[in-house]
C-alpha cells in the first residue's frame, strides 16, 4: 500500500527555514518522480518543485517553480525512502498547506497535480511575524 506521510510544518518568521520530509511507503522513492504542491486559502494547488526517478534517463533532475528558485532545495534521502524540501528565506507568501506527490510515470509537466498518483495529507507552514 502506497503511503506519502508529511510532517515539518510549522510558525516561522519571515526570513526564517523549515525542512518539510515527505516519509514513503509501499514504493522506493527513487523510482518516482516525486512532488511538493501548496495550496494557499481560496487558492488553487500549485506545484512548487520536483525530483525526478533516478532512472529512465531523468537522472534525479530537480524542478522549481520560478518563486522559490534559490530559497528553497529539495532533496531524496534512498535510506529513509524520504523526500525532503528545505525552505529558506521563508516569505509570508509562502504560507500554505504543503503536499508531497507521487507518481511512477511523469507523462506531462511537472506541475500539474493530475499528474500524480498518491498525495500526503499535507502539513501547515505559516510565515507571519
Known amino acids: 500500500q502506497v503511503q506519502l506521510v508529511e510532517s515539518g510544518g510549522g510558525l516561522v518568521q519571515p526570513g526564517g527555514s523549515l525542512r518539510l520530509s515527505c516519509a514513503a511507503s509501499?514504493?522506493?522513492?527513487?523510482?518516482?518522480?516525486i512532488a511538493w504542491f501548496r495550496q494557499a486559502p481560496g487558492q488553487e494547488r500549485d506545484g512548487v518543485s520536483c525530483?525526478?526517478?533516478?532512472?529512465?534517463?531523468?537522472?534525479?533532475?530537480?524542478h522549481y517553480t520560478d518563486s522559490v528558485k534559490g530559497r528553497f532545495t529539495i532533496s531524496r534521502d534512498n535510506a529513509k525512502n524520504t523526500v525532503y524540501l528545505q525552505m529558506n528565506s521563508l516569505k509570508p507568501e509562502d504560507t500554505a498547506v504543503y503536499y508531497c506527490?507521487?507518481?511512477?510515470?511523469?507523462?506531462?509537466?511537472?506541475?500539474?497535480?493530475?499528474?500524480?498518483?498518491?498525495w500526503g495529507q499535507g502539513t501547515q507552514v505559516t510565515v507571519s511575524s
Open positions: 525530483i525526478r526517478s533516478s532512472d529512465g534517463g531523468t537522472h534525479g533532475t530537480t
Open positions: 509501499g514504493f522506493t522513492v527513487d523510482e518516482y518522480t
Open positions: 506527490a507521487a507518481t511512477p510515470a511523469l507523462r506531462g509537466l511537472w506541475g500539474e497535480d493530475y499528474e500524480y498518483d498518491y
